[in-house]
């Protein structure tokens, strides 16, 4: 089945007041944040499209495939849901070499019509361009850190599971190339979700979902002026990026100031 | 009255899967029976009692194998839930060996097992796993996508015969198939049948008398109502 849309319909908050926003239809090729306040419910939110909401979860909100209710089946085998969730809980627990393991798990992908090496080394060469360190093929998935783990989450979701609509659950504080990532999932025509803080990735989206209360207060797209001011953004980002570095790094960071003044 | 027997490894969530098909039972209008039997501790047949006020009951196997105890107790365990007015009885096992099996011929064998417990999981269950009718599948949330689905894949290739049903049992998502599985249950009989052949021993069940109730059995015996008694030479 070509997955095209989903639609999320509105339910109610946390105190039983009607849901304001009403209806959001996600197209294939999307590009959505999730913006709020903790305990805004942003991250009941993904769940609900995780679980195909049908009223039958605590918000009452309801979610359509192509403007009808998701197949049994997406339910019922992992290998047919349409939806890959990364949480910060989600983690890898196999304690396989990361080689083996993504075979193991391109070979019950029997599906693609790709051979297995092909898939696992396009998903380790994905993962690569999203960590500091690159993966090493032989040590033990849970040796790797939690930027390399969670940019091995996010390529085995987008190349080997192949879903068409990936939700990301605040990525950003796992250290991965943030902007790179968004790049290279562009190319892919999927939804990708990312409940975030950040705001590159907010800026980077085509909207964002404003949460508060429990209930999705509004829909911002992202302005003409907004994606011009997000290289700015992605500037002072980058710097305090290397700031960080440079003191992880154990280095004096007397020079910095003239380059903090251009970049402010 | 149906029977299902649910199974699993210790803290699977079984009892969360059980609390969940309780409640849409009631919501469909029918009473469930709730018999525990475990090794020396358990306290689900309190909770249950006291969230749903439904008849439950407990038994400790102690020096028994749960399992053992429980084809010892299940014909009076099925008169006491007839006795009460339930429309189904769920048992819950603690089955620790892996090596038995616990369903019976006519009732729902469900195994419970979680997506957490390694991708290798389901090649080390046995019959537990490929006796039963349906491996429900807990803590979905917690892996990576890959895991969960070599997880499935990995049931499929022990027991390609169990219909794998995956929920959430925090939310409560996914027992709906469940409900259907006991709706097409056949209504429990006087002379059920052990499913499996128990693994080779020297007690009545081991040497392979499935017969349940333990007026079948001798050796050491268990009635629900008492402690375990010698009957025999």
């Known amino acids: ?264 | 009255m149906k029977l299902v027997i649910c199974a699993g490894p210790a803290t699977t969530g079984k009892t969360a899967v059980l609390r969940h098909i309780i409640k849409k039972l009631r919501d469909g209008g029918q009473l469930a029976a709730f018999l525990k039997i475990d090794v020396q501790y358990a306290e689900e047949d309190e909770l249950l009692a006291r969230e749903f006020g439904i008849p439950t009951r407990k038994v400790y196997s102690g020096e028994l194998c749960p399992d053992h105890c429980n084809v010892m107790v299940l014909g009076d365990a099925l008169q006491w839930a007839g006795k009460a007015g339930a429309d189904v009885l769920l048992v819950e096992t603690a089955g620790l060996c892996l090596r038995c099996s616990p369903y019976v011929d006519g009732g729902l064998g469900l195994v419970v097992l979680e997506a957490t417990s390694g991708m290798n999981l389901p090649l080390k269950v046995g019959p537990m796993l490929s006796l039963a009718d349906v491996a429900v599948v807990t803590k979905i949330d917690r892996v990576s996508q890959a895991e969960r689905e070599v997880f499935r894949a990995r049931i499929q290739e022990v027991a390609p015969a169990v219909r794998v049903r995956e929920v959430n049992a925090l939310h409560g998502i996914g027992i709906d198939p469940l409900l259907e599985h006991i709706r097409q249950t056949p209504h429990a009989t006087d002379h059920m049948l052990l499913r499996g052949n128990p693994p080779v021993g020297t007690c009545t069940i081991c040497v392979g008398k499935k017969e349940v109730g333990w007026q079948s059995h001798f050796g050491v015996v268990r009635p629900l109502e008492n402690q375990a008694f010698y009957r025999g030479e």
Request: glycine share 8%; proline share 4%; hydrophobic share 40%.
């Open chain 1, 1 to 264: 089945m070509a997955i095209e849309s989903i639609t999320i319909l509105g339910g109610h908050g946390k105190d039983g007041g009607e849901e304001p926003v009403r209806r959001i239809d996600l197209r294939m090729g999307d590009v959505v944040s999730i913006v709020g306040p903790t305990g805004s419910g942003k991250t009941t939110l993904i769940n609900d499209i995780e679980l195909f909401a049908d009223a039958n979860t605590p918000t009452g909100r309801r979610i359509l495939i192509n403007g009808a209710v998701a197949p049994a089946e997406f339910r019922d085998n992992p290998a047919r849901n349409p939806i890959a969730l990364i949480t910060q809980h989600t983690t890898f627990l196999s304690d396989m070499p990361v080689q083996g393991f993504l075979e193991t798990h391109a070979r019950i992908r029997t599906d693609v019509g790709e051979p297995a090496e092909s898939l696992v080394e396009r998903t380790l060469a994905f993962a690569n361009q999203l960590t500091g360190e690159p993966i090493l093929v032989r040590s033990r998935m849970t040796e790797l850190s939690g930027g390399q783990t969670r940019a091995l989450l996010i390529a085995d979701a987008t190349i080997l599971c192949n879903t068409p609509i990936v939700l990301l659950d605040e990525v950003e504080n796992a250290g991965i190339h943030r902007s790179r990532a968004l790049e290279l999932l562009r190319a892919y025509r999927k939804i990708f979700i990312f409940v975030t803080h950040d705001p590159r990735i907010a800026l980077l989206s085509d909207y964002r979902i404003v949460m508060r209360n429990g209930t999705v207060r509004q829909v911002l797209h992202t302005a003409a002026d907004e994606r011009k001011f997000s290289a700015k953004v992605t500037k002072l980002d980058d710097f305090l990026s290397r700031l960080r570095e440079r003191i992880r790094m154990g280095e004096s960071l007397t020079d910095l100031e003239a380059e903090l003044e251009a970049v402010a």
